[in-house]
C-alpha cells in the first residue's frame, strides 16, 4: 500500500492542524493505522494509532487529549486532528499502516511494527 500524508504547514501554538493520509494501491480497511513524528536530532516517535473500523485508538501520552485519529475507510482515508499545538509537536509527521490484521490485533507503538509508510509532512509551530 502507498500512503500519502499532507496537510502540514506553519501554525501558531495553541492553533490546530489537520492532517490527512490517503493510501492508495489496496483498501486499508484491514489495517491498523498510525501517526509517528520526528522532530529534528530526535528519534522517531508515536503518536496515535487506530484500528479496525475505529473500534480502539491509542495515543502517546504526550498528545491525549489534544489529538484525534480517526479513519474514513470508505475513501481510504486516515486523518489527525491537532488541537491545542504546542512547540513542542513541531516535528515532521509520517502516517505508517500495519496490515492487513485481525480485528484484535493491538495497535503497535513501535515503528518497526508498520509495513508500510507515506513520505511525511512538516509541522512547524511558531510561539
Known amino acids: 500500500v502507498q500512503l500519502q500524508a499532507s496537510g502540514g504547514g506553519l501554525v501558531q501554538a495553541g492553533g490546530s492542524l489537520r492532517l490527512s493520509c490517503v493510501a492508495s494501491?489496496?483498501?486499508?480497511?484491514?489495517?491498523?493505522m498510525g501517526w509517528f513524528r520526528q522532530a529534528p536530532g530526535k528519534e522517531r516517535e508515536f503518536v496515535a494509532g487506530?484500528?479496525?473500523?475505529?473500534?480502539?485508538?491509542l495515543y502517546s501520552d504526550s498528545v491525549k487529549g489534544r489529538f484525534t485519529i480517526s479513519r474514513v475507510d470508505a475513501q481510504n482515508t486516515v486523518n489527525l486532528q491537532m488541537n491545542s499545538l504546542k512547540s513542542e509537536d513541531a516535528a515532521v509527521y509520517y502516517c505508517?499502516?500495519?496490515?492487513?490484521?485481525?480485528?484484535?490485533?493491538?495497535?503497535?507503538?513501535?515503528?518497526?511494527?508498520?509495513?508500510?509508510w507515506g513520505q511525511g509532512t512538516l509541522v512547524t509551530v511558531s510561539s
Open positions: 494501491g489496496r483498501t486499508i480497511r484491514r489495517h491498523i
Open positions: 505508517a499502516a500495519d496490515g492487513p490484521k485481525t480485528y484484535f490485533s493491538a495497535i503497535s507503538t513501535d515503528d518497526e511494527g508498520y509495513n508500510s
Open positions: 487506530i484500528n479496525w473500523r475505529g473500534g480502539s485508538t
